[in-house]
């Protein structure tokens, strides 16, 4: 634990001598240096070069970022994330963009946070407004805040009771329930319904579509110009190769996906990742969402010679944030 300690602190091997002062350890050098030295044969640490000090692999750093979670409270530590979601009421684009600008700012690491996938949608209300007499605009407002708005021209003139009565009908069918594509037609095809209702309702399914067809899961990225300043020269080929990933979305999310039922945070150290060329990259994350299901990843990237203690705070304080966030959306 000392030597990662050391080591992220001032990036220099770590030998005998610096411990034994530094940590104001009541033992000699040398017994420090054969202690070292049976580390280095475990493969927790490795020797560079001629220098007398060493420094923690990947197995060290994984051991080091192990005991830490184990020991986590059960509730995060106060991080100044200055985070102020009350103001935004249902914009969680802007929460998400907030949430990585505030985490990078923090840690001066990159910061990414996955938004809530599409099958996670709830429709929270549906608006059938008629505009002009032949001019109907369709409104669907989703759990996670999105707005999808289409305009429907109907060759006469539309009945007000009729557009008034539809958006009552499509609020009891689909408010407070997941979108999806078997419900939808269970919905507008009804064969309880009247003709008139149903051709009504055939005209208006195209805004519910769109809903459907919402490009894949979004993520918002902070931080990339800051966390520049964290890798040192030799480092710098895995950062740019962390650019190019986080170019191709689907690379991205696989990147920062975490358990899809677990509540911990989670650490991917260097040559866990499948690509190579991230073999000098850390990456620490935290799910967020409801009680029962979890929405989305808040995730801190940087050099494996990272602050892993503050950095597992900062995702941890964040994610609980989120989750208030879109639980007060998904109750509303």
């Given at each position: 634990?000392?030597?990662?300690?050391?080591y992220?602190?001032?990036?220099?091997?770590?030998?005998?001598?610096?411990?034994?002062?530094?940590?104001?350890?009541?033992?000699?050098?040398?017994?420090?240096?054969?202690?070292?030295?049976?580390?280095?044969?475990?493969?927790?640490?490795?020797?560079?070069?001629?220098?007398?000090?060493?420094?923690?692999?990947?197995?060290?750093?994984?051991?080091?970022?192990?005991?830490?979670?184990?020991?986590?409270?059960?509730?995060?530590?106060?991080v100044?994330?200055?985070?102020?979601?009350?103001?935004?009421?249902?914009?969680?684009?802007?929460?998400?963009?907030?949430?990585?600008?505030?985490?990078?700012?923090?840690?001066?690491?990159?910061a990414?946070?996955?938004?809530?996938?599409?099958?996670?949608?709830?429709?929270?209300?549906?608006?059938?407004?008629?505009?002009?007499?032949?001019l109907?605009?369709?409104?669907?407002i989703?759990?996670?805040?999105?707005?999808?708005?289409?305009?429907?021209?109907?060759?006469?003139?539309?009945?007000?009771?009729?557009?008034?009565?539809?958006?009552?009908?499509?609020?009891e069918?689909?408010?407070?329930?997941?979108?999806?594509?078997?419900?939808?037609?269970?919905?507008?095809?009804?064969?309880?319904?009247?003709?008139?209702?149903?051709?009504?309702?055939?005209?208006?399914?195209?805004?519910?579509?769109?809903?459907?067809?919402?490009?894949?899961?979004?993520?918002?990225?902070?931080?990339?110009?800051?966390?520049?300043?964290?890798?040192?020269?030799?480092?710098?080929?895995?950062?740019?190769?962390?650019?190019?990933?986080?170019?191709?979305?689907?690379?991205?999310?696989?990147?920062?996906?975490?358990?899809?039922?677990?509540?911990?945070?989670?650490?991917?150290?260097?040559?866990?990742?499948?690509?190579?060329?991230?073999?000098?990259?850390?990456?620490?994350?935290?799910?967020?969402?409801l009680?029962?299901?979890?929405?989305?990843?808040?995730?801190?990237?940087?050099?494996?010679?990272?602050?892993?203690?503050?950095?597992?705070?900062?995702?941890?304080?964040?994610?609980?944030e989120?989750?208030?966030?879109?639980?007060?959306?998904?109750?509303?």
């Open positions: 634990m000392r030597v990662v300690e050391e992220v602190a001032t990036g220099a091997p770590v030998g005998s001598k610096t411990l034994v002062e530094r940590a104001a350890m009541d033992v000699s050098s040398s017994t420090v240096r054969y202690e070292l030295a049976v580390l280095e044969e475990q493969g927790l640490l490795s020797h560079p070069h001629t220098s007398a000090g060493r420094v923690p692999t990947d197995l060290g750093y994984r051991l080091f970022v192990d005991k830490v979670i184990e020991e986590l409270e059960p509730r995060p530590s106060e100044a994330l200055d985070l102020n979601f009350s103001e935004l009421r249902s914009e969680v684009e802007t929460a998400l963009q907030a949430t990585t600008d505030a985490l990078a700012e923090v840690t001066h690491l990159l990414l946070v996955s938004a809530p996938p599409l099958e996670a949608t709830m429709v929270r209300r549906v608006e059938v407004l008629l505009l002009q007499p032949e109907v605009m369709v409104v669907v989703t759990a996670t805040g999105g707005v999808t708005k289409r305009l429907f021209t109907f060759a006469r003139a539309v009945d007000p009771g009729l557009a008034e009565w539809a958006g009552e009908y499509l609020n069918r689909l408010g407070g329930r997941q979108l999806g594509g078997r419900m939808l037609r269970a919905c507008l095809e009804d064969p309880h319904l009247g003709a008139r209702e149903r051709d009504f309702l055939a005209e208006l399914r195209p805004a519910f579509s769109a809903v459907l067809e919402t490009p894949e899961q979004a993520f918002y990225v902070g931080g990339t110009a800051g966390a520049l300043g964290e890798f040192r020269p030799d480092e710098l080929a895995g950062y740019q190769r962390l650019l190019e990933v986080l170019e191709q979305r689907a690379m991205a999310l696989e990147l920062m996906r975490a358990s899809l039922v677990s509540k911990r945070p989670f650490v991917r150290v260097g040559s866990e990742f499948a690509d190579p060329q991230l073999a000098t990259v850390s990456l620490v994350g935290a799910p967020y969402g009680q029962h299901r979890n929405l989305g990843t808040v995730s801190l990237i940087g050099p494996m010679r990272m602050d892993y203690v503050k950095a597992i705070e900062a995702v941890r304080a964040a994610a609980r989120l989750s208030h966030f879109v639980e007060d959306l998904y109750e509303n």
